[in-house]
């Protein structure tokens, strides 16, 4: 088992930049594909971005590419999500997630194991 717990998270202007980590404990995070998601108020889970055990293939909601980047450091068994030209409607709670599966899965119930989240507000 790996137990995720995310940091990072806060208040800022549209057009700003955050960045997400998430801290592994437990199992290594190598063992598994990592994903970010987020949930807005009132709005179901969805996914953000992924990235294979190697780091050598990462996807992204069409939202979010080409202004969030995911990254893993192994070796540090941790989790990135680089947050550039923030929008209000990027708002939401965020969470990281891991998975056994060996592709990049986008639906939340592929993925094993969960932390409990951190906050992004962005203002217009």
């Known amino acids: 088992q790996v137990q995720l717990v995310e940091s990072g998270g806060g208040l800022v202007q549209a057009g700003g930049s955050l960045r997400l980590s998430c801290a592994a404990s437990?199992?290594?995070?190598?063992?598994?594909?990592m994903g970010w998601f987020r949930q807005a108020a009132g709005k179901e889970r969805e996914f953000v971005a992924a990235i294979k055990r190697s780091g050598d293939s990462t996807s992204y909601a069409d939202s979010v590419k080409g202004r969030f980047t995911i990254s893993r450091d192994n070796a540090k068994n941790t989790v990135y999500l680089q947050m550039n030209s923030l929008k209000p409607e990027d708002t939401a709670d965020y969470y990281c997630?891991?998975?056994?599966?060996?592709?990049?899965?986008?639906?939340?119930?592929?993925?094993?194991?969960w932390g409990p989240g951190t906050q992004v507000t962005v203002s217009s």
């Open positions: 437990g199992r290594t995070v190598g063992s598994y594909v």
């Open positions: 997630a891991a998975s056994p599966a060996y592709y990049s899965p986008r639906s939340p119930g592929m993925y094993d194991y």
